[in-house]
T-cell receptor, first 111, second 116 residues
């Protein structure tokens, strides 16, 4: 399998707290993308980080990539109830190629 | 902002019937994909399509499946003889890669296929 696991599988926090989700993979990648999925809905692209990048920011999102450990993390700062969703990492291995998705982390943000 | 659209949003069919799922990728994108997500499971890659031909397919994408870009805008997934285990959410995605575009894959809202 090219993809490892995401952890935690589920995370419950209070509004205003930070949420950190981790993703691991097994083979060298070209890029890693994070997506959000609200229950039963489509996948919303959040951020893409390339294998030669270590950190990217987008609004309240911060993504890090450690290629030596084959892992990535997604940090959502100052979480809101609207952030409640499942979050997936997906790894890309070549330009234009398929994405391999992890199992996802189910985030619940309580008001 | 341009979006990937998919129709229908929900398709119910009898086992053994043929279904066609339709997608309109974002207009200047060059790579097209189909993925599926069985309820409660992770998203799985089915097939990628570039320059009017399949560029990669997974083990799931057997002879029962086919894809087509019949005109300049639509991208379809056909399942010839549906099985109960084909019940899933099917997502279409497109990527602008090429001409300086990025690898980001933009997903449509999905078609929920229920096979009875």
């Amino acid at each position: 399998s090219q993809q490892g696991e995401e952890d935690p599988q589920a995370l419950s926090i209070q509004e205003g707290e930070n949420a950190t989700m981790n993703c691991s993979y097994k083979t060298s990648i070209n890029n890693l993308q994070w997506y959000r999925q609200n229950s039963g809905r489509g996948l919303v692209h959040l951020i893409l980080i390339r294998s030669n990048e270590r950190e990217k920011h987008s609004g309240r999102l911060r993504v890090t990539l450690d290629t030596s450990k084959k892992s990535s993390s997604l940090l959502i700062t100052a979480s809101r109830a609207a952030d409640t969703a499942s979050y997936f990492c997906a790894t890309g291995y070549n330009q234009g190629g398929k994405l391999i998705f992890g199992q996802g982390t189910e985030l619940s943000v309580k008001p | 902002e341009p979006e990937v659209t998919q129709t229908p949003s929900h398709q119910v069919t009898q086992m053994g019937q043929e279904v066609i799922l339709r997608c309109v990728p974002i207009s200047n994108h060059l790579y097209f994909y189909w993925y599926r997500q069985i309820l409660g499971q992770k998203v799985e890659f089915l097939v990628s399509f570039y320059n009017n031909e399949i560029s990669e397919k997974s083990e799931i994408f057997d002879d029962q499946f086919s894809v087509e870009r019949p005109d300049g805008s639509n991208f379809t997934l056909k399942i010839r003889s549906t099985k109960l285990e084909d019940s899933a959410m099917y997502f279409c995605a497109s990527s602008p890669l090429g001409g300086g575009g990025t690898d980001t894959q933009y997903f449509g809202p999905g078609t929920r296929l229920t096979v009875l």
